[in-house]
């Protein structure tokens, strides 16, 4: 996490480094760094569910989390797979919440997922149009 937040520190510098070594647009920039945030921000989701539920079934509540057998990445994937669904308010409802704190963990996940997925929605638009003006200049 310190690591993290050094490199955005240092963002300048990489931009120049990206944009004269490798001759990359803005747009790509901007597209490339909002990808990071997202699958940053959904890893960091996917994390606390991940506590949150192993947690639930270690105090022998009826949690998510009900099988401690399967390896670290499936427990992780699917983890990472209800986050994304419930951000991208798609919410197939093959996962939920069962416990108390898994529902408030959900209702904030829900309202931050809706706050993410219109800034994605808005970000995008601006990328796309700045792809647009570029290509129309040339």
């Known amino acids: 996490m310190v690591k993290l937040i050094k490199l955005v520190k240092k963002k300048e510098e990489l931009q120049k480094k990206l944009h004269n070594g490798l001759k990359v647009s803005s ?6 760094l909002l990808s990071f945030i997202i699958l940053y921000v959904v890893h960091f989701f996917a994390c606390i569910w991940l506590m949150i539920g192993k947690a639930e079934s270690l105090e022998n509540r009826d949690s998510w989390f009900y099988n401690n057998n399967l390896p670290e990445v499936s427990q992780y994937l699917n983890a990472f797979y209800f986050i994304v669904t419930t951000m ?3 919410g197939y ?7 108390s704190n898994e529902q408030c963990f959900c209702i904030i996940l829900m309202i931050t997922g ?5 800034m994605v929605s808005g970000s995008l638009a601006s990328i796309l149009a700045s792809f647009d ?6």
């Open 88 to 90: 991208t308010t798609v």
């Open 114 to 118: 809706v706050f993410i997925f219109s």
């Open 93 to 99: 409802g093959d996962a939920s919440g069962h416990t």
């Open 27 to 32: 747009g790509f920039e901007r597209l490339s």
């Open 133 to 138: 003006q570029t290509n129309a200049e040339v």
